[in-house]
C-alpha cells in the first residue's frame, strides 16, 4: 500500500484529454504536488492510502480553469464607467482612473480581490497583462496561485512607466528578479499595436525570443483598430506584426474580432494563438471572434474573461457558456463549438498557450495537481446526461467547492482557506469609497 498526500475519490474525473473522455466512479491520486495517478476507485482502495482521503460522490473533478487573458487589479474598477463604447470607455473614463490611482497599495488590494472571487470560480492559472508586476507577483506567490504575469508596455505615461521604452527597462529587470522556479512564469506584455511602436515591438520580438517568452496583446479587438492602422501604415495589424516578425507559435492575439482570410493566413503559417473574451468583446461591442472557423483550421484558441472592468466578472464558467453559444451564432451551425471544445478552450488550450501544456491543463499523470471539484447534484444540473455538457449549459460558479493548486488545497467546500474574506471585503469597500 502506498502512502500519499491526498486521494480525492470522484463521481466522475473529466481529464480533457483524451478529448470528451469522462471516466465514472474514478480517483485522483495527488503526490508532492503532482498527479501521481488516474485509476478506478476500486484499484486506488487497493494500491493507496492517505491521511488526506476526499469523498466527492457528487462531483465532477477536472482540471483547473486557465483564464487566458485578464488585468486582474481592475477589478477594483468594475461598474466604474459601464455602456460605454471601447475607445471612449478607455480614453476617458480607464486610462485616467488609472493615472489618478495605480500604486503598490491599489494593485495588491486588486489583485488579492480578483484572486479571490478566481479561486472561487475555479480558476487555478491566470495570464496577467497590467502594471506594477513586482506587487502582483508577491500578492500572488502569497496566494498561491499559478500566474503568468506580463507588465503591459505601452507609448503614454502611466502611473508605472514614462514610455514604451521605460516600461521595457522596468520589464526586463522584473523578468531578472522573477525566481525560475514555483508557480509564477513571465510574459511580454505590449498593449496594442496602436499603442506601441515599430522599433519597441522588434525590442520585445528580440528579448521574447532569446529567453523563450510568450508574448500577450490585444489584437484586432475592434474595427476602429483596423481601420486606424489601413490609414497609418497601409496595413491591418496583424500584417504589420507579421512583418515585424512578430507571429509564432508564442504570440497570443487577444480578441481578434475583426477578420479576413488573410488574417486567418497569417495566423496558419505562424502558429500564432487567439484568446477569445467572448463577454468583454460583447459588453464593449467590440466585435464576434469567429472561434468555430479557427478550431477547424486547427489553430489554438484559449479563453479569458478580460479584466473585470469591461466583463464585469472574472467568472469561467459564464464563459465557457458564451464562447459556445456565440459560436454557434457566429458558425450558424447548432454543431460548432461543442461543450467538450468550450471546456478545452478553458482549460489546455489555455495552458497551450501560455506554454504550459506540458505541465497544466489535464489531468494525466506527472502534471501539476491543479484541479477543481464541480458539485452536480444540484436542480440545474439535474438529470445528468452528460457531465461536460451540463456544466458547459446549465452549471454554475457557486457548484465549485474545491480546488487545488500545486496539490495545496485553496477552496474547501467553499470556503476559502488562504484568505481572510473579512478583511477582503473591507479592503473592498475603503476603494469603494475612494473611488466614488
Request: hydrophobic fraction near 40%; glycine fraction near 6%.
Amino acid at each position: 500500500m502506498n502512502k500519499v498526500d491526498t486521494i480525492l475519490y470522484c463521481r466522475w474525473v473529466i481529464p480533457i484529454e483524451p478529448h470528451a473522455k469522462i471516466y465514472d466512479n474514478y480517483a485522483v491520486i495527488i503526490h508532492e504536488g503532482k498527479i501521481l495517478d488516474v485509476l478506478p476507485e476500486a484499484k486506488a482502495k487497493e494500491q493507496y492510502s492517505s491521511d488526506d482521503i476526499q469523498h466527492l460522490t457528487d462531483h465532477a473533478v477536472l482540471p483547473g480553469f486557465v483564464n487566458a487573458h485578464t488585468h486582474s487589479p481592475m477589478v477594483l474598477f468594475k461598474g466604474l464607467a459601464d455602456d460605454l463604447p471601447l475607445m471612449e470607455w478607455l480614453n476617458d473614463h480607464i486610462w485616467p482612473a488609472e493615472r489618478k490611482w495605480l500604486n503598490d497599495e491599489f494593485i495588491a488590494d486588486g489583485t488579492e480581490l480578483a484572486i479571490a472571487e478566481m479561486i472561487q470560480n475555479g480558476t487555478t492559472c491566470f495570464n496577467e497583462h497590467f502594471f506594477f508586476p513586482e506587487v502582483m507577483a508577491k500578492t500572488i506567490e502569497r496566494n498561491k496561485l499559478r500566474a503568468c504575469i506580463g507588465a503591459t508596455i505601452i507609448n503614454f505615461p502611466t502611473s508605472w512607466s514614462q514610455d514604451e521604452n521605460d516600461g521595457f527597462t522596468k520589464f526586463q529587470a522584473f523578468y531578472q528578479s522573477l525566481p525560475r522556479t514555483g508557480l509564477l512564469t513571465a510574459s511580454l506584455a505590449p498593449h496594442a499595436p496602436y499603442s506601441v511602436t515599430d522599433e519597441m515591438l522588434v525590442k520585445i520580438n528580440h528579448f521574447a525570443g532569446e529567453h523563450n517568452l510568450t508574448i500577450h496583446m490585444h489584437v484586432h479587438e475592434t474595427a476602429h483598430e483596423v481601420d486606424e492602422s489601413l490609414e497609418k501604415f497601409g496595413k491591418r495589424p496583424l500584417r504589420r506584426l507579421y512583418d515585424l516578425g512578430l507571429l509564432s507559435e508564442r504570440f497570443q492575439c487577444v480578441h481578434m474580432t475583426q477578420i479576413d482570410q488573410d488574417d486567418v493566413e497569417l495566423l496558419l503559417e505562424t502558429g500564432a494563438q487567439v484568446t477569445h473574451c467572448p463577454e468583454s468583446n460583447l459588453k464593449l461591442a467590440s466585435g464576434y471572434s469567429p472561434v468555430d472557423l479557427f478550431l477547424k483550421k486547427g489553430i489554438n484558441v484559449a479563453l479569458g474573461t478580460d479584466g473585470a472592468a469591461s466583463n464585469n466578472n472574472l467568472d469561467m464558467i459564464g464563459e465557457l457558456r458564451s464562447a459556445a453559444l456565440i459560436g454557434k451564432t457566429i458558425a450558424k451551425s447548432a454543431a460548432a463549438v461543442t461543450a467538450a471544445q468550450a471546456l478545452r478552450m478553458a482549460t489546455l488550450n489555455g495552458a497551450k498557450a501560455l506554454g504550459l501544456a506540458n505541465e497544466i491543463g489535464s489531468i494525466e499523470k506527472g502534471k501539476a495537481a491543479d484541479l477543481i471539484a464541480i458539485n452536480l447534484n444540484h436542480y440545474n444540473t439535474r438529470p445528468i446526461y452528460n457531465p461536460i455538457s451540463q456544466i458547459v449549459y446549465s452549471a454554475n460558479n457557486t457548484q465549485i467547492t474545491d480546488v487545488w493548486v500545486a496539490g495545496v488545497q485553496l477552496l474547501k467546500n467553499q470556503q476559502l482557506l488562504l484568505i481572510d474574506e473579512q478583511q477582503l471585503q473591507a479592503k473592498a469597500r475603503k476603494w469603494q469609497q475612494r473611488l466614488q
